[in-house]
C-alpha cells in the first residue's frame, strides 16, 4: 500500500521558536496533502489543504502566518509552526491520496511539544 | 456544515458479542464516508468506505441516507478488534475529511 512518511515524530521546542514538520509520499506522487491536527483524547481536525505548487487553502479559524505550508514538489509537504507556544503543543497528522485513490494514507503524526 | 457524530466515546463489549459503533452525519450533498480505524500505537488506517460495500475484519456498515447513519457493525467481537474507530465524512475525492471524535472499542475476554 501507499506510505506516508511524517519526521520528526516528535520534537520539544522552546516558546518562540519555530518548528518544521515534514510529509513525505514514499511510493506515490500527491498532488494535495492534508494537515490535521489532534488535542489529546479528541479528534482529528483539519487545519488546510496544501496544495503541490500554489497556496494552501486553510480552515476556518487557522492562522496561516502560524502555520506556514509548503508543497514544493509532488511527494513532500511541510508544515512550519512559527513563532511556537504551548498551546501549539499538540499531535500534527498529514494524508495523501495517490492520484485516482479515494483512499486517505496517513502519517504517523508527529508530536510537537512546546516548553 | 459537515458534521460527524459518534455518540460514545467508549464501548465495551465482552469477546463473542455484537458490536455496533455509531455514528450519524450531516451534509448537503452525496457523502462518501468511511471508518478508520487506529489500533495501538500505529497510524491511522482504512477500515472500510461506503462506496465498496465489502466486509473487513468481519465489519460492515451500511450507509442509511434517511437517518444519515453509517453505524459499523460486527457480529462477534475479538480481542484485537479493540482500537479506536473514527467515523468520517470524505469530499467527493474522499481525500479530503471530516473525522467524528471518535469511538474507543474495548473488547473483554
Known amino acids: 500500500g501507499a506510505v506516508v512518511s511524517q519526521h520528526p515524530s516528535w520534537v520539544i521546542c522552546k516558546s518562540g521558536t519555530s518548528v518544521k514538520i515534514e510529509c513525505r509520499s514514499l511510493?506515490?506522487?500527491?498532488?494535495?496533502m492534508f494537515w490535521y491536527r489532534q488535542f489529546p483524547k479528541q479528534s482529528l481536525m483539519l487545519m488546510a489543504t496544501?496544495?503541490?505548487?500554489?497556496?494552501?487553502?486553510?480552515e476556518q479559524g487557522v492562522e496561516k502566518d502560524k502555520f506556514l505550508i509548503n508543497h514544493a514538489s509532488l511527494t513532500l509537504s511541510t508544515l512550519t509552526v512559527t513563532s511556537a507556544h504551548p498551546e501549539d503543543s499538540s499531535f500534527y497528522i498529514c494524508s495523501a491520496s495517490p492520484t485516482g485513490n479515494t483512499e486517505a494514507f496517513f502519517g504517523q503524526g508527529t508530536r510537537l511539544t512546546v516548553v | 456544515a459537515q458534521r460527524v457524530t459518534q455518540p460514545e466515546k467508549l464501548l465495551s463489549v465482552f469477546k463473542g458479542a455484537p458490536v455496533e459503533l455509531k455514528c450519524n452525519y450531516s451534509?448537503?450533498?452525496?457523502?462518501?464516508l468511511f471508518w478508520y480505524v487506529q489500533y495501538s500505537r500505529q497510524r491511522l488506517q482504512l477500515l472500510l468506505r461506503h462506496i465498496s460495500r465489502e466486509s473487513i475484519k468481519g465489519f460492515t456498515a451500511d450507509l442509511n441516507k434517511g437517518e444519515t447513519s453509517f453505524h459499523l457493525k460486527k457480529p462477534f467481537a475479538q480481542e484485537e478488534d479493540s482500537a479506536m474507530y473514527y467515523c468520517?465524512?470524505?469530499?467527493?475525492?474522499?481525500?479530503?475529511?471530516?473525522f467524528g471524535a471518535g469511538t474507543i472499542l474495548r473488547v473483554k475476554s
Open positions: 511510493d506515490f506522487q500527491a498532488t494535495t
Open positions: 451534509y448537503s450533498g452525496s457523502p462518501e
Open positions: 496544501s496544495n503541490e505548487g500554489s497556496k494552501a487553502t486553510y
Open positions: 468520517a465524512l470524505g469530499d467527493i475525492g474522499g481525500n479530503k475529511l471530516v
